[in-house]
């Protein structure tokens, strides 16, 4: 594995691709911390609370796991990346039911550069209307410094108006650092911005677990002992080598391939596979479900402060976001849903055995065209069963353990849900293809051995 490493910077291309992404996300890292002038950042951070401790700080909590964005702190790149990914979806979503822009699509590389420039178009009105919420839920919580105060939603035009270009332009910023590293580093940029906030908050899990260790704790206590961080690490293992299994699972699929006779050659006949992912919808169903999950809580504790009585409060603890038995079971529901809901959305059979007949391919035993499309989504509703019912377990994961162990959240959210999933997914990915760079050079890869690749000629 040692060699491996020293052969990635033994190949210049790999090399400066490597080093410019490790660039990139360093400049995000320093910007993270560039405050919007103005604010009182030490009153919102005390005003959010502590992590998992529902509204307010479960909605910061999970904003800053998967956006690299962070509310808790107002700063130039609060917002995260969070307006491109759902301009992204939303345009993902359109592309499906609007013809003219399916039409757009399948004229290949023009018409993908044309709807990445709506994109970032519906981007920049996104970060407006999201800037604009935040500063004056900032201005009429008294977050905001009395000389920056004014008519305009609390707020002086002059100050809103520089903060809404402050945050626009942070968000477009981390889209732009996306977009390059995409182009002259190795990985996808968004999902690596992503994942450097989620890793950037493991110091500050392991500082917590260090403060409160005691050797006299209890296992059921607030505090960590012996026996209860080695449970964590058994579970941290286990779910990650459970999060690596859901993400490169397939069913393959057995596709035999139409003979071609061209005057006295045989051509096709090949036996190959189509491979269907079992998480075909990926990290999306956690992050729509985890989203919708944070509202009840919130409604219900609103509500609760009008109706203080035992039905209301029952509801309440029953949604609390820290384990309570109705709130799993909706968070189950709600990612099962998304699931089928994504793949609904992702997943085309009909296309796919147009495609497959049009290549002169067949699956054996199926007629081409609507009995393969049927079976397909046959066999793509029962894997997304089972996807789906990993994605569940891996979800509740951290909400389970962090109730019954007495576990901060900010320790409990790196046993499972959206934050290891991605940094899993990305991690995954960047060692593919720093597996094929090292293999296409005619060098050993992460998964072989010492020296070239058998049968290489050099």
């Not at 990985?187 to 500082?207: D, E, K, N």
């Amino acid at each position: 594995m040692f060699k491996t490493f020293l052969n990635i910077f033994r190949i210049p291309e790999l090399r400066n691709k490597l080093m410019f992404t490790v660039g990139m996300l360093v400049i995000y890292r320093l910007g993270f911390y560039v405050p919007v002038p103005g604010v009182d950042q030490a009153a919102l951070s005390g005003g959010f609370g502590g992590g998992g401790g529902g509204g307010l700080g479960d909605l910061a909590d999970y904003f800053q796991l998967f956006t690299g964005g962070n509310l808790r702190q107002s700063t130039i790149f609060g917002l995260g990346i969070m307006p491109y990914i759902s301009a992204s979806i939303i345009f993902q979503l359109l592309v499906t039911v609007v013809p003219a822009l399916e039409k757009l699509q399948k004229e290949g590389e023009s018409g993908r550069k044309k709807i990445q420039e709506y994109t970032r178009y519906a981007t920049v009105g996104l970060c407006l209307i999201q800037a604009m919420v935040w500063m004056s839920y900032l201005a009429g919580n008294g977050f905001i410094y009395h000389a920056y105060t004014g008519s305009f939603n609390g707020l002086s035009g002059t100050y809103l108006l520089m903060s809404l270009l402050m945050l626009t332009a942070g968000t477009v910023f981390l889209m732009w650092l996306g977009e390059q590293i995409d182009e002259y580093g190795i990985g996808s940029g968004i999902s690596l911005i992503i994942m450097a906030g989620i890793v950037a908050q493991m110091p500050q899990a392991v500082i917590i677990v260090w403060q409160s260790f005691s050797f006299s704790g209890t296992a059921t206590g607030t505090g960590f002992n012996p026996v209860k961080v080695a449970l964590l690490l058994i579970m941290f293992v286990a779910v990650v080598a459970g999060a690596i299994l859901i993400t490169q699972a397939q069913r393959r699929i057995p596709i035999q391939q139409a003979k071609q006779t061209r005057g006295r050659r045989v051509y096709g006949g090949q036996r190959q596979y189509l491979p269907m992912r079992v998480n075909h919808g990926g990290v999306m169903p956690i992050i729509f479900a985890s989203s919708m999950m944070i509202f009840p809580g919130m409604v219900l504790g609103w509500v609760y402060g009008f109706w203080d009585n035992g039905f209301w409060r029952f509801l309440r603890d029953s949604f609390s976001a820290q384990g309570g038995y109705l709130y799993i079971l909706a968070y189950v529901g709600a990612v099962y849903f998304f699931a089928y809901f994504w793949t609904t959305v992702q997943f085309q059979p009909k296309e796919m055995a147009n495609n497959l007949r049009d290549y002169g391919s067949f699956i054996p035993g199926l007629r081409p065209g609507k009995r393969t499309a049927d079976y397909l989504e046959r066999v793509m509703g029962r894997i997304t069963y089972v996807g789906a019912g990993f994605l569940a377990l891996i979800a509740i994961i951290p909400t389970i353990v962090g109730s019954s162990l007495k576990i901060p959240f900010a320790v409990s959210a790196f046993l499972g849900g959206t934050g290891l999933l991605i940094v899993v997914s990305v991690t995954l990915d960047m060692v593919q293809r720093i597996e094929a760079s090292l293999i296409m050079r005619n060098y050993k890869g992460f998964l072989g051995g010492e020296g070239p690749i058998k049968g290489a000629r050099h």
